[in-house]
């Protein structure tokens, strides 16, 4: 069974910074993958916020673009998301989704992935 684990969610003012990481075993993978990161808050859809493939190509939500980086380090399976100038509108449980054999999508090939528990990030004004 794949595993995939999320940590690093937290509580920050508005304008704060967060890293979430996650660990998923894509470090010795040889074929594509796609990596990335959705969230959902309290009684809204689950949105996509970004995404990254084997070879690093990223994206980003308009939502979150100039404001978050997703990065990944293949030597410790680690995926990353750092997050600035954080608004209250971030507020919600974040979602690390590891999917083999595929490339990523705008989030749509990540939906069929393996999915973490999850992590809450709160963002007060």
């Known amino acids: 069974q794949v595993q995939v684990e999320e940590s690093g969610g937290g509580s920050v003012q508005a304008g704060g910074s967060l890293t979430l990481s996650c660990v998923a075993p894509f470090g010795s993978s040889r074929d594509m993958y796609c990596l990335g990161w959705f969230r959902q808050a309290p009684e809204q859809e689950r949105e996509w916020v970004a995404d990254?493939?084997?070879?690093?190509?990223?994206a980003y939500a308009d939502s979150v673009t100039g404001r978050f980086i997703i990065s990944k380090l293949s030597a410790k399976s680690t995926l990353s998301l750092q997050m600035d100038s954080l608004k209250p509108e971030d507020t919600g449980m974040y979602f690390c989704?590891?999917?083999?054999?595929?490339?990523?999508?705008?989030?749509?090939?990540?939906?069929?992935?393996?999915w973490g528990q999850g992590t809450q990030v709160t963002v007060s004004s």
């Open positions: 990254i493939n084997r070879y690093s190509a990223t």
């Open positions: 989704v590891y999917k083999p054999g595929s490339d990523c999508s705008y989030g749509a090939s990540l939906e069929s992935g393996y």
